[in-house]
């Protein structure tokens, strides 16, 4: 499928707008909160979200995303 590497201000919009747009999944980098909201608006809008955690990222961080 076709993908879009984002990290928007508002999520929500965006991922409605990628979701309209044919994109099926979302690419992100974070150690914290973004990747939490990328994964939780991308599951929303019917897509997949590949979150890269860094190796220092809490365990909670990391279950959380």
Do not use: C
């Amino acid at each position: 499928g076709s993908g879009f590497a984002v990290k928007p201000l508002d999520q929500a919009t965006a991922h409605g707008i990628l979701a309209h747009q044919g994109v099926d999944w979302v690419v992100e980098d974070s150690s914290g909160n973004a990747g939490a909201a990328v994964a939780a608006y991308a599951a929303a809008a019917g897509m997949r979200a590949g979150i890269y955690v860094p190796a220092y990222a809490s365990k909670n961080k990391q279950a959380q995303i």
